[in-house]
C-alpha cells in the first residue's frame, strides 16, 4: 500500500498542501511527537484553512534519538492525518484530517547549517517547543562553533545570537516562544536558560539585553489528551483511505490553551480568532488552579478508591453506578465552592472534564494516575479539604472519604519487588511513590497491625506525620475523627471482601 503523499490527497487536501508549501517558514517547531502534531500543529492547520494563517511550520527534534520520525515526516512531505475522537456535550464525535501545515522537517544534529539559516530567516516569528519537563533545563555544555548544541535551551541561545548579528539587534527581529512543557512559568524558565547560557558562552550584555527586551517568552498551559498512533484501528483504516501513514494520529475533541501574553498578539497568531480555546490573559494562575483542583484532584480522588475496589481505568469509574455519581459530586459541592472562582465557570469546566473522562477511546490507568499520590494529594485534594476545616466547618465527606482511601491504599510492606499493598477484596498492588513517604506511612501501618490501636489513633498517627503532609493535619480534630471514621469502614470493607 501506497504511503501518504502529496499524490494521494483529495483536489482540497492537495490544494491546501500546495499552499503550504509555497508559504515563508514562520514557525520553527521544537518538537516531532505526537502531542505538538495533535495540538499546535492542528491549530495551525484550523487557522490556515481560514485564510488566518498564512506562514507554515519547520519541525526539528530536541534530542538525537528523534531522528526516525523527523525521517517519516520528510518521506511523507510533511504530511500525516489526524483522527479526533471523543465525546462533546456528551455526544459521540470522530474526525478525520490530513494535516498539511509543515513545509520542512529536518535533523538539526546532521544538518546543523539548516537550524542556522533558520536563525536569521526575516520569516520566521514563532518558535513553539515541547520536549518534556527534563528537556527545558539548563546543562551546562561547552560551545563549538559549527557544531550542534545538545540542549534545547543552549540552542535557543545559539540561534538568538546568530539572529542578533545578522540583524544587528533589531528589535523588530525579535522571536515570540511558545513554550508547551508542562512546567510552571515555562516561558521564564526558558528565558532564564537562555541567559544563563548567554553568559557561559561569552555573550555580549548588549545581546543579553536584545533577549530580554527584544524577544518574548510567553507562559502557557496546554491540556489535550494526544493518544497518538492508534494501532488497533490503523489497518482497517488504511484499507478505506487507500493509504498508509507512519504518522498517523489521533486526539480527543477538547482542547485547550492559555497564553500569558495581551489579546493583541491574536493578531500575529490568529487561534482565538479561528473560533479555538485559546486564551491570551493576564495571569494563567486562575487556569492552573481549576485544572489542577478539579480535572487532576478528580483523578486523584478516584484512584485510591478505585484501585481499593479492584478497577483499573478512569472510564470504568465514571460509568461505576456508585463511584461516578461519587465523584461527580465531590467535584460540584466540595472542590468547585473552595475555589476563589467563577462557579459557573468551574461548572462548564468541569463538565468538559466529565466527557474526558468517559471517552470511549482513551485507557487511563489508575495505576499509572497513582504514582507519587501522596505529593499530588498535597497539591491536589489537601487545600480543598483544609479550606473547610481550617474555617471550623464540617470536614467535606468525599473528599475525607478519598483521604481515607488514600491512606488505606498507602497500607503497605516493602518486598523485594518494592512496596506493595492489598485491596478490599485481598489482591496484591505496587505502590510508588517517594521512598521516604512510603517508609513513614508502612511504618504507621505496622505499629497498628497487632490490633492494639484504635482507628481513631491510627488514624491520628497517620495524620500527624508532618514530614508526609507538610504539617501536622492530627491538629484538626474534626478532620482526624471523620478519617477514622472511614478508615474503619474501608477495614470492615477488607474483612468482607476476603
Known amino acids: 500500500m501506497a504511503i501518504l503523499q502529496s499524490g494521494l490527497l483529495s483536489d482540497e487536501d492537495l490544494a491546501r498542501f500546495k499552499e503550504t508549501q509555497s508559504s515563508p517558514v514562520t514557525v520553527l517547531q521544537v518538537g516531532e511527537g505526537n502531542f505538538l502534531r495533535g495540538f499546535a500543529d492542528w491549530m495551525l492547520q484550523e487557522s490556515r484553512k481560514q485564510g488566518l494563517f498564512r506562514g507554515s511550520v519547520a519541525v526539528t527534534q530536541p534530542r538525537p534519538s528523534g531522528r526516525p520520525k523527523i525521517e517519516k515526516l520528510a518521506e511523507q512531505e510533511g504530511l500525516y492525518t489526524l483522527v479526533i475522537r471523543g465525546l462533546e456535550n456528551g455526544q459521540p464525535v470522530e474526525r478525520k484530517e490530513v494535516v498539511s501545515v509543515i513545509g520542512d522537517a529536518f535533523d538539526p544534529y546532521s544538518d546543523w547549517a539548516r537550524w542556522e539559516r533558520y536563525a536569521v530567516s526575516p520569516d520566521l516569528k514563532f518558535v513553539v517547543s515541547n520536549t ?22 543552549g540552542k535557543i541561545a545559539y540561534l538568538l545570537h546568530k539572529r542578533y548579528e545578522a540583524f544587528g539587534g533589531d528589535p523588530e527581529k525579535g522571536l515570540l516562544f511558545l513554550p508547551c512543557e508542562l512546567l510552571e512559568r515555562n516561558g521564564d524558565e526558558l528565558k532564564a536558560c537562555v541567559l544563563r547560557y548567554s553568559e557561559d558562552w561569552g555573550y555580549s550584555a548588549a545581546f543579553r539585553e536584545w533577549v530580554e527586551n527584544g524577544n518574548r517568552f510567553l507562559n502557557s498551559l496546554v491540556d489535550r489528551i494526544v493518544t497518538g498512533y492508534p494501532s488497533e484501528q490503523a489497518e482497517g483504516w488504511f484499507e478505506d483511505w487507500g493509504y498508509e501513514d507512519r504518522l ?36 494563567l494562575k486562575p487556569f492552573q488552579l481549576r485544572k489542577v483542583r478539579i480535572l487532576n484532584g478528580a483523578h486523584t480522588l478516584m484512584t485510591p478508591l478505585s484501585i481499593l475496589q479492584g478497577l483499573d481505568q478512569v472510564r470504568e469509574v465514571m460509568e461505576h453506578p456508585e463511584l461516578g455519581p461519587f465523584i461527580r459530586l465531590a467535584v460540584e459541592e466540595e472542590i468547585i465552592p473552595s475555589l476563589p472562582l467563577d462557579r459557573e465557570e468551574l461548572n462548564r469546566y468541569a463538565s468538559e472534564v466529565y466527557d474526558r473522562f468517559l471517552n470511549p477511546f482513551i485507557r487511563h490507568r489508575l495505576q499509572d494516575i497513582a504514582m507519587n499520590s501522596v505529593s499530588k494529594f498535597k497539591v491536589r485534594l489537601l487545600p480543598s479539604i483544609l479550606h473547610y476545616v481550617e474555617r471550623g466547618e464540617r470536614p467535606p465527606v468525599r473528599l475525607v472519604s478519598g483521604f481515607a482511601a488514600l491512606l488505606r491504599y498507602y497500607k503497605v510492606r516493602q518486598t523485594e519487588n518494592g512496596y506493595e499493598g492489598t485491596d478490599l477484596r485481598g489482591q496484591v498492588y505496587a505502590v510508588r511513590d517517594d521512598a521516604a513517604a512510603l517508609a513513614a506511612l508502612a511504618e504507621e501501618w505496622a505499629a497498628a497491625s497487632d490490633g492494639r490501636k484504635t482507628s481513631a489513633e491510627t488514624a491520628a498517627s497517620l495524620l500527624a506525620r508532618a514530614d508526609v503532609w507538610g504539617q501536622d493535619l492530627s491538629v484538626h480534630a474534626t478532620l482526624t475523627e471523620a478519617v477514622a471514621a472511614e478508615l474503619e469502614v474501608l477495614e470492615g470493607e477488607a474483612v468482607r471482601g476476603q
Open 248 to 283: 498517523l494520529n489521533s486526539a480527543e475533541p477538547y482542547h485547550f490553551w492559555a497564553i500569558e501574553g495581551e489579546p493583541e498578539l491574536d493578531e500575529l497568531l490568529p487561534l482565538r480568532k479561528a473560533g479555538l480555546n485559546v486564551h491570551w490573559v493576564r495571569d
Open 132 to 153: 518534556t519537563e527534563a528537556g527545558l533545563a539548563y546543562k551546562p555544555e561547552p560551545l563549538a562553533e559549527g557544531r550542534p548544541i545538545q540542549s534545547f535551551p
